[in-house]
């Protein structure tokens, strides 16, 4: 029985200690989060840690992934922070409606960036921004 508690305390240590090193999901917004067709939004997404720990971030538009391409973020150069950020004009044929933009991210080594709440997300596991278009 001592053999079985220590060695999944053993394993639950190491699966810490390997997420402590992933960047996490600081915040996210977009502004305005309501806006008509033809209007630019601006999209910023902060993590922790360096902006090098990540390769890629980037959106989803939740429902529509097989529709529209993803909104690649680029990292906001010289910032002290770990932003990354897009601007975007909504599509003239967009329904007005709230739609949900997942977040994806990958780290430097290939791994996806997963937000506790978010792990069974089919379309981004990093987090959500809501977006109301009207007309």
């Given at each position: 029985m001592k053999k079985?508690?220590?060695t999944l305390?053993?394993?639950f240590l190491i699966a810490s200690l390997a997420m402590a090193g992933?960047?996490?999901?600081?915040?996210?917004?977009i502004t305005p989060n309501k806006a008509a067709i033809g209007e630019k939004v601006q999209v910023e997404v902060e993590f922790s840690g360096k902006q090098s720990a990540l390769k890629q971030v980037?959106?989803?538009?939740?429902?529509?992934?097989?529709d529209?391409?993803?909104?690649?973020?680029?990292p906001v150069e010289g910032s002290k922070k770990n932003v990354w950020t897009s601007e975007q004009v909504i599509p003239y044929e967009a329904p007005a409606e709230t739609f949900h933009l997942d977040i994806n991210a990958i780290d430097k080594k290939g791994k996806e960036?997963?937000?506790?709440?978010?792990e069974n997300n089919?379309?981004?596991k990093a987090g959500s921004i809501e977006l109301t278009v009207t007309y």
């Open positions: 079985v508690v220590l305390t053993a394993l992933q960047p996490k999901l600081v915040k996210a917004t980037y959106l989803v538009v939740r429902g529509y992934e097989y529209t391409d993803a909104i690649v973020l680029k960036i997963i937000t506790k709440g978010f089919s379309t981004g």
